[in-house]
């Protein structure tokens, strides 16, 4: 069941999905070569608590014996989400996405970014543009009277005009009182199906978009996801309110 927010909700949200903005500003100031992905996830869990926030993603998972370990998902090149943190180097030409959600007073907001890592080839800035494009295609589809697949069509019709696939297996998702709610929000689909916005609605819009085929494997961690094929891929996420009838970005 998709739960409508008040005013007052979607303001608490709007505080947790802030520090999931400011979060990523953090991020994208010290994502250099050289540095790895765990010193960042210690900079990003360090900043969410100082702000009286816990990270969302820190023992999240479906299995009590593989819970997810960082404050941040940090996927590289050919992984898609839910890159682990670790001693690996950050590399000049390296494409990393970085997810965050950040859970305080009772509200969760979510929110992803894609950056460059030093000078990256034009194939990578053309497919991080791409996605990041097609996010805002997608929100400006999120307005009362329209549907669900309404945004899921405007990101697909980006990604596939420019060439590139829209991940299958994954999607986007309501967001508030839990970190994933109803309604699921895929990044495909066709226009005038899906269930109708409607105001107070909350939803996390992420395309997840891969430079060759959309197909995705998972590794033996239980958590990486990446491409199929090996392409690299980018992950552009907001977390968004429908509010006097459009979208508002909560993460901006």
Not at 92 to 106: C, N
Not at 129 to 144: P, W
Not at 209 to 229: M, Q, Y
Request: hydrophobic share 40%; aromatic share 6%.
């Amino acid at each position: 069941m998709v739960r409508l927010k008040t005013k007052r909700e979607i303001e608490l949200i709007r505080e947790s999905s802030k520090i999931v903005a400011d979060v990523l500003k953090l991020i994208g100031a010290h994502a250099k070569p050289g540095v790895t992905t765990l010193q960042l996830d210690r900079l990003a869990e360090d900043y969410i608590r100082s702000m009286g926030g816990k990270p969302a993603f820190k023992g999240y998972g479906h299995s009590k014996s593989n819970p997810f370990p960082g404050t941040l998902c940090t996927s590289v090149n050919d992984e898609v989400v839910h890159g682990i943190p670790s001693k690996r180097v950050l590399r000049d030409g390296d494409l990393l996405s970085v997810d965050v959600g950040v859970h305080k007073d009772g509200w969760y907001g979510d929110g992803a970014h894609s950056f460059a890592i030093g000078e990256v080839s034009e194939d990578l800035q053309r497919l991080m543009e791409a996605t990041e494009e097609a996010l805002y295609a997608g929100i400006a589809q999120a307005k009362v009277g329209n549907r669900v697949h309404d945004i899921s069509a405007a990101i697909q019709r980006h990604v596939e005009g420019h060439g590139f696939s829209v991940v299958r297996d994954l999607v986007g998702h309501g967001v508030g009182a839990a970190l994933h709610e109803e309604p699921a929000v895929p990044n495909f689909g066709h226009p005038g199906t899906g269930i109708k916005l409607k105001e107070g609605m909350t939803l996390a819009i992420e395309p997840m978009v891969n430079a060759g085929g959309w197909e995705v494997k998972v590794d033996a961690d239980g958590w990486t996801v990446r491409t199929l094929d090996g392409s690299a891929s980018a992950h552009f996420e907001h977390t968004i309110a429908i509010v006097n009838g459009k979208a508002e970005i909560l993460t901006q």
